[in-house]
């Protein structure tokens, strides 16, 4: 990579040294050894040092040894800008206690790659040990039981594609006035990724769940101890023990060694770095389910345990802050996802809502997971209106911006699932705006 | 040996292998079932969760008047004198501003029981250092939030029996949505 990074320096001396330090030291370590891998072929092959072919086509890249194998990949140095945008309301008083957003913006397809998936914590991210950490089951159940990481890996595991979103995604797009912020610094607090784990069934059927427990309350073990509760039917039903993302094990963000998957709910019910799980007759009325994640209406009643998360899309590309350079063909895509089920429709508007086109769908079979959709598009060069709009299979439809403010008090920042408007001007500059 | 021969004791090993290593399929075994069974002092060790009922809530208890210090010196500089807030959230204020085009939630305002109050200063208070208050600080402090809005007075004693008997101001502000019967 620095040799790369040191002839693309050659070539243009605007391109930026890489990063000062340690980094530079392991650097010029491997060019070294790099520079020997290259004699060696040069002198077994019998070729005269600085003999090449002339005239013929081949980047500079072409024409030098590339780097070593490493032990876990990373994304290319010219795809560094790609990062989570990040959120800390407490700044660095408390820098693990907010969220950080997927870069949507920048993202195609429906994984959302594991380092870029958003990230909603409370007290910052735990250094779990899988040997010392235990996941207690107890209440109403027959036989109180704990599980090593070592036991749960041993159980037979399921597969599935799940999206995971925060109940308080799109709270900054309830801002008195539209932030010209990437799509993702908005939008974000949404991903998509491959879990394998144990359905939750089956380690309450081990333990003996008793008939008068109807509520789940689960615990993490970060210092926050961030609890909830949850509904048993629910637990028996799609809920998943997530041991691996996108096939290695989860990412500490994500809550190694073990968390809560409840497909299609608010994201903070999915409990990270998972310790306990206590079968209860009513629920528990934790700090996250009152307090917070609840739903002010404009009378001052508020809605508690508002699982699910609604119907909604947005369109990635394009998106606020980007710019279309000139007039003609572009792809218009975007994600799609209900807690409800499936996708079953994504309408695209180019004037602001008053006519609609199907979009073509990628991944709508999956239930409760990211639906990538794409429409083809020809930009005059005129003002446009850009919107999507998406129906699931129980027939819900995304309301418009309006509707939704409708339904809540002022404050409410929970479960915002409303039509988003991204403006195209006559210069091709891409806006939020409020319709 | 023919080329025939040969293949055929090559054929005639294998088969004597199958035979040997993988007469059958794999069989499926028994559920698994890997985990332990643990006591009931184990159990009350991690159990820190305590419902509206107050069932779980330890011995012990305090008044505001004792939790003011546990305040002063755990609380105070992330929630402000007097639970105003700043940086973190206010703990105090806003009772009756919940239909008003500028709602303030805080523990008086908002929080339909008192029991979470106990149970969320007792597992995540203070932010730097969970898990570090003593029974009687945490009925303390409580007291001390509850005592700064109102609802009790600088002398009552929080403890297993009184702290569920409160009645928050916004106890019957929620809608319960969950469905579940």
Request: charged share 20%; with cysteine; aromatic share 8%.
């Amino acid at each position: 990579m620095e040799r790369k990074n040191r002839i693309a320096r050659e070539l243009d001396p605007r391109v930026p040294a890489g990063n000062p330090g340690k980094s530079r030291k392991i650097d010029r370590r491997t060019f070294l050894a790099r520079g020997a891998a290259v004699t060696g072929v040069a002198a077994s092959a019998g070729l005269a040092p600085g003999a090449s072919a002339q005239g013929l086509a081949g980047q500079p890249w072409e024409r030098v040894y590339g780097a070593a194998f490493i032990g876990y990949g990373q994304p290319s140095r010219f795809e560094q800008p790609v990062m989570r945008h990040i959120g800390k309301p407490y700044g660095d008083l408390a820098p693990g206690t907010g969220a950080t957003l997927a870069p949507i913006e920048s993202l195609e397809g429906i994984i959302t790659p594991s380092g870029l998936h958003n990230d909603r914590s409370h007290s910052g991210t735990p250094d779990i040990d899988p040997k010392q950490h235990q996941l207690l089951l107890h209440g109403l159940v027959a036989r109180p039981l704990t599980f090593s990481m070592e036991s749960l890996g041993r159980y037979p595991l399921t597969t599935r594609t799940y999206f995971l979103e925060c109940a308080g995604n799109s709270n900054r797009a309830l801002a008195p006035q539209p932030a010209q912020v990437p799509a993702g610094a908005m939008h974000g607090n949404i991903a998509c990724s491959e879990w394998t784990g144990i359905p939750l069934r089956t380690l309450l059927e081990e333990a003996g769940l008793q008939p008068q427990a109807k509520w789940l309350l689960a615990e993490g073990a970060d210092s926050a101890h961030m609890s909830r509760s949850i509904p048993v039917e629910k637990a028996l039903d799609d809920a998943m023990i997530a041991l691996y993302q996108n096939g290695e094990r989860l990412r500490p963000e994500q809550g190694y060694p073990v968390r809560l998957l409840l497909p299609g709910w608010e994201g903070n019910m999915s409990v990270k770095w998972l310790r306990r799980l206590k079968a209860t007759e009513g629920p528990m009325h934790t700090k996250d389910e009152t307090s917070k994640y609840s739903d002010l209406l404009p009378d001052g009643r508020a809605l508690q345990f508002t699982f699910e998360m609604g119907v909604k899309s947005v369109i990635t590309k394009p998106s606020s802050t980007m710019n279309l350079p000139r007039a003609g063909f572009y792809e218009i895509s975007g994600i799609a996802w209900s807690g409800a089920g499936r996708i079953r429709r994504v309408e695209v508007s180019a004037d602001g809502g008053a006519t609609w086109a199907a979009a073509a769908l990628t991944g709508e079979e999956r239930p409760k997971s990211l639906v990538r959709f794409r429409l083809p598009w020809e930009w005059t060069g005129k003002e446009a209106l850009l919107q999507s709009r998406a129906t699931d299979e129980k027939g819900q439809v995304q309301p418009v911006r309006k509707a939704w403010l409708a339904q809540y008090s002022p404050a409410m920042i929970y479960h915002n699932n409303s039509i988003v408007t991204w403006a195209v001007g006559a210069d091709g500059s891409v806006k939020n705006v409020y319709v | 040996m023919s080329t025939f021969e040969r293949n055929a004791v090559v054929v005639l090993i294998a088969i004597a292998a199958l035979a040997a290593c993988a007469s059958q399929p794999p069989a499926p075994g028994r559920p698994p079932a890997f985990g332990v069974a643990v006591g009931a002092d184990e159990v009350a060790r991690w159990d820190i969760s305590i419902p509206p009922s107050g069932a779980g809530l330890p011995k012990g208890g305090g008044s505001a008047r004792q939790g003011l210090k546990v305040y002063e010196e755990k609380c105070q500089s992330c929630h402000g004198a007097k639970g105003v807030g700043k940086p973190a959230d206010a703990l105090v204020g806003g009772i009756g501003s919940l239909a008003s085009k500028t709602p303030q939630r805080t523990v008086g305002s908002y929080w339909p029981y008192a029991t979470t109050l106990f149970d969320y200063v007792r597992r995540s208070m203070p932010i730097t250092n969970p898990l570090s208050l003593s029974d009687n600080e945490v009925y303390a402090v409580s007291a001390y939030v509850l005592f700064l809005n109102g609802i009790i007075g600088e002398n009552a004693q929080m403890n297993a029996q009184t702290l569920p008997q409160v009645k928050m101001p916004n106890r019957d502000g929620f809608v319960e949505m969950s469905g579940v019967k």
